[in-house]
Nanobody, 116 residues
Framework: QVQLVESGGGLVQPGGSLRLSCAAS????????MGWYRQAPGKEREWVAS???????NYAGSVKGRFTISRDNAKNTVYLQMNSLKPEDTAVYYC??????????WGQGTQVTVSS
């Protein structure tokens, strides 16, 4: 099964930017959809963005226009570029890989904290 490792989280001031990376242990070419979710303290995990293997992207309304998801099949990596960060973006961010026939796999998460 594929293993996913997120990186790039950290502490950033409001209005700042971060780029998260999700490195897969095998080719992502065959993964139907890759996505990012986040979970803030005391809240349920929520979907942030996704990209299918055709390159079509979708975003949650709360991040649309600020976040950009992309995938590099050659590097087996998916990225989440986060701009104009707000304190409410503070959460653990998780990468996931969705195979329509095999199910969904998750990374271990990376902490993003937006604070002055």
């Amino acid at each position: 099964q594929v293993q996913l490792v997120e990186s790039g989280g950290g502490l950033v001031q409001p209005g700042g930017s971060l780029r998260l990376s999700c490195a897969a242990s095998e080719s992502i070419f065959g993964i139907n959809v890759m996505g990012w979710y986040r979970q803030a303290p005391g809240k349920e995990r929520e979907w942030v963005a996704s990209i299918n293997n055709g390159g079509t992207t979708n975003y949650a309304g709360s991040v649309k226009g600020r976040f950009t998801i992309s995938r590099d099949n050659a590097k087996n990596t998916v990225y989440l570029q986060m701009n104009s960060l707000k304190p409410e973006d503070t959460a653990v961010y998780y990468c996931c890989a969705v195979y329509y026939t095999l199910g969904t796999y998750w990374g271990q998460g990376t902490q993003v904290t937006v604070s002055s």
